[in-house]
C-alpha cells in the first residue's frame, strides 16, 4: 500500500513517471514532417497518394440497382438545374431588353 506521505501529497506532472517538464509531447506519425527541405516538399504528395490508395481499396463496386437509382437522380438533377437556367434565361432577356432599350 502507498504511503499517507503520497497520498496527502498533490500530484505534479514531474510526479507522472512517463512526462517531466522538459520532455516534448509525443507527435502521431501524421503530424511528422521531414526537416529537410526537399522531403518536406515530397511529404504532401506522398500523404496524398497514400491516402488515395487507402480511400480506393475501401471503394466497392455498386450494384445495378444501386447504379440505377445513382442514375436516376443524376438525370433528375440535370434536368432541374437546366430549367431553372432556362426560366432564368427567359426572363433575363426580356428585362435586358428593357434596362438596355436595344
Request: charged share 15%; glycine share 4%; with cysteine.
Amino acid at each position: 500500500p502507498p504511503s499517507t506521505q503520497a497520498q496527502s501529497e498533490p500530484r505534479s506532472i514531474a510526479a507522472h513517471p512517463s512526462r517531466t517538464p522538459n520532455m516534448p509531447r509525443k507527435q502521431s506519425k501524421e503530424a511528422a514532417v521531414p526537416q529537410n527541405s526537399l522531403l518536406a516538399a515530397i511529404h504532401p504528395v506522398v500523404k496524398f497518394g497514400n491516402d488515395s490508395y487507402r480511400l480506393i481499396q475501401r471503394c466497392t463496386k455498386p450494384s445495378l440497382k444501386e447504379f440505377k437509382k445513382i442514375a436516376l437522380a443524376t438525370t433528375v438533377g440535370f434536368l432541374i438545374m437546366g430549367f431553372i437556367g432556362f426560366f432564368v434565361k427567359l426572363i433575363h432577356i426580356p428585362i435586358n431588353n428593357i434596362i438596355v432599350g436595344s
